[in-house]
């Protein structure tokens, strides 16, 4: 990367490339898009895996990459593939999460909870 010591100059080189992979990443990936509702409370995130004794999810998803709305203000967005390699490297626990059955009013779903703080490291 070339380096000019005038910051006007590095200002428009970084705003155009970081621009640019945007909007690449825009166009032509696929993004799963996630919003949860309690993760500016507990912390956590869910990444589901099953729901109704099915795969689902991370384990289904045909994305490039994860884009995950903590609250309406805030976006954190991961490629799948380092969405995985975190969920691996941190194990983290998997508990029942997701929608209720309409009937039974039990969660549907298994997911990984993670920390933010850890996934975003």
């Not at 100059?9 to 949860?36: A, N, P, Q």
């Not at 990459?65 to 995985?84: C, Q, R, T």
Request: hydrophobic residues 30%; positive net charge.
């Amino acid at each position: 990367m070339e380096y000019s010591s005038n910051f006007k100059y590095d200002l428009s080189v970084g705003k155009l490339k970081g621009e640019t992979k945007l909007h690449t990443m825009l166009e032509k990936s696929k993004i799963e898009v996630k919003f949860d509702r309690k993760t500016r409370d507990t912390g956590n995130v869910f990444i589901e895996y099953e729901s109704r004794g099915k795969p689902s999810g991370i384990k289904t998803t045909q994305a490039d990459y994860w884009a995950y709305f903590i609250g309406d203000d805030e976006v954190y967005i991961l490629s799948l593939e380092k969405l995985k390699e975190k969920i691996v490297k941190l194990n983290p626990p998997k508990v029942m999460g997701g929608d209720r059955d309409p009937i039974t009013g039990k969660k549907t779903s298994w997911g990984f909870l993670i920390k933010l703080e850890e996934l975003i490291k």
